[in-house]
């Protein structure tokens, strides 16, 4: 029996580079996204490269929490249930805490903390009817600790994140039940989100950073740091650094 998959942001970048690993993999997909005009587009391309798939698509802004429940609940009823929901949508628009940004902070938080949390709520829902299924939350390996300036309040919306899959994981364990939860904290992969940021160091191509993803979403692992090299090691040392020397190097 073929797998299903649902990834949120699907239309460009992480989102799309996963659907293509999960395609190369044999999943059916279940894709949606703002721009849906990029989803068709992906959508044709998946159904060309891998005709023995499925590929639906539906328009969903995740800021529109009342959409996500009814998108997510569609695609369970088109798939007859869903094997695994990827919580990837996101932005990064943020700015340096008092400098007159409030409102490039608030979409930010609002879209990957607030919109985040509708969409585990729509996944679990859907899983604990089931009593099975895989969730993934994408955080970031800003996450590990406090970052400065424009990524201020980006790296606390992923530490929240990352917070509430963790507490979920923690409650699942302890019910012993077969709903899994894994955490991503990709580090830096070339996307549009950030292709005008130069000396990026230890960055990776898109192709290259989403195999890497869908690596370890297959082995259902906690938490996977990605790419493993040198990102576990770094976020290793990044959580014990004083923050006086994490000042000077961030």
Not at 120 to 147: C, D, P, Y
Request: proline letters at 4%; hydrophobic letters at 40%.
């Amino acid at each position: 029996m073929s797998r299903s998959v649902l990834i949120t942001g699907a239309s460009s970048g992480l989102g799309e580079g996963m659907a293509r690993e999960f395609a190369g993999l044999g999943y059916n997909l279940a894709l949606c996204a703002r721009r849906t005009e990029r989803l068709d587009a992906l959508k044709e391309e998946l159904r060309q490269s891998h005709p023995g798939i499925t590929v639906s698509v539906r328009a969903l802004d995740v800021n529109d929490h009342d959409r996500v429940f009814e998108v997510f609940r569609a695609f369970r009823d088109e798939f007859s249930g869903l094997d695994r929901v990827i919580v990837n949508a996101g932005i990064g628009k943020g700015q340096p805490l008092g400098t007159g940004h409030f409102e490039a902070n608030r979409q930010t938080a609002e879209t990957n903390f607030v919109a985040a949390l509708a969409q585990m709520e729509a996944a679990m829902e859907i899983f604990r009817a089931q009593n099975r299924g895989h969730l993934v939350t994408v955080s970031s390996v800003s996450a590990v600790r406090g970052m400065p300036k424009n990524i201020t309040t980006y790296a606390g919306t992923k530490s929240g994140l990352a917070a509430l899959s963790e507490g979920l994981r923690v409650e699942l364990r302890k019910q012993g039940s077969a709903i899994r939860v894994t955490t991503l904290y990709p580090g830096y992969i070339r996307t549009e989100l950030n292709e005008k940021v130069r000396n990026t160091p230890f960055i990776v191509d898109a192709e290259t950073g989403c195999r890497a993803m869908v690596r370890a979403i297959e082995s259902e692992r906690a938490k996977a740091y990605v790419p493993a090299w040198p990102w576990l090691p770094i976020s290793f040392l990044m959580k014990r650094l004083p923050e006086g020397l994490l000042a000077r190097l961030v």
